[in-house]
């Protein structure tokens, strides 16, 4: 079935690269997507990656698609406070159209 | 560009009552999909509508419906409500085509005492 697979929780030290790490089930997803929750709001679109690419790359975002082990990672470079937040890893279910399979979370954690 | 507005913000509901939660797409954009998000269970997609169509459907129970009016605006229904409904419903809204991205509101948080 499909399913998304994520570590829940990272610390990093504040100016140090994050990265996130996520795996997913269904290999014929075509886009594959990483949001930013923070605490009472709404989930935010980050960046996403198109299933044909290995790398893309958007300010201080960075993420890299493993086809073939179905791994996606989210690298976020210079981390700072503000990027303190839970992350989904998310891809696109069968029936197509908007139906999105979330991972649980990762929990970002950035100290001084 | 005002965003996904969804409303109210906040709901307090007791067991057994029935809830109707509001959904405003950006402009332009002709399909919103609904999820719930649990500490236990995360996200889950509920439903989405298109057009004033529901084209796609989760795992949820028949308490769960939702609709789509004409200028795009939905709502989502459940009726006779259990503890378990507990949630932040989350709406978003997109364009409608294939392999797009999603925008998210800020959901309306219902709790079920």
């Known amino acids: 079935g499909e399913d998304v697979e994520q570590s829940l929780f990272l610390s990093v030290r504040e100016g140090d690269s994050s990265v996130i790490n996520c795996t997913y089930t269904?290999?014929?997803?075509?886009?594959l997507y990483w949001y930013k929750q923070e605490p009472g709001a709404g989930l935010q679109l980050l960046t996403y990656?198109?299933?044909?690419?290995d790398m893309k790359q958007d300010q201080r975002l960075t993420v890299l698609l493993n086809k073939k082990d179905k791994h996606l990672s989210l690298r976020i470079a210079d981390t700072q406070t503000g990027d303190s937040a839970i992350y989904f890893c998310?891809?696109?279910?069968?029936?197509?159209?908007?139906?999105?399979?979330f991972g649980a979370g990762t929990r970002l954690a950035v100290h001084p | 560009k005002a965003g996904v507005t969804q409303t109210p913000r906040y709901l307090i509901k007791t067991r057994g009552q029935q809830v109707t939660l509001s959904c405003s797409p950006i402009?332009?954009?002709?399909?919103v999909s609904w999820y719930q998000q649990t500490p236990g269970q995360g996200l889950q997609f509920l439903f989405e509508?298109?057009?004033?169509?529901?084209?796609n459907k989760g795992n949820f129970p028949g308490r769960f419906s939702g609709r789509q009016f004409s200028n795009s605006r939905s709502e989502m229904n459940v009726s006779t409500l259990e503890l378990g409904d507990s949630a932040l419903y989350l709406c978003?809204?997109?364009?409608?085509?294939?392999?797009?991205?999603?925008?998210f509101g800020s959901g309306t948080q219902l709790s079920v005492l």
């Open positions: 402009s332009g954009h002709r399909s």
């Open positions: 998310a891809e696109r279910g069968t029936g197509g159209y908007n139906k999105l399979i």
């Open positions: 990656i198109f299933s044909n690419m």
């Open positions: 978003a809204s997109s364009l409608g085509r294939q392999n797009e991205k999603l925008f």
């Open positions: 509508y298109f057009s004033e169509t529901q084209r």
């Open positions: 269904d290999s014929s997803s075509t886009y």
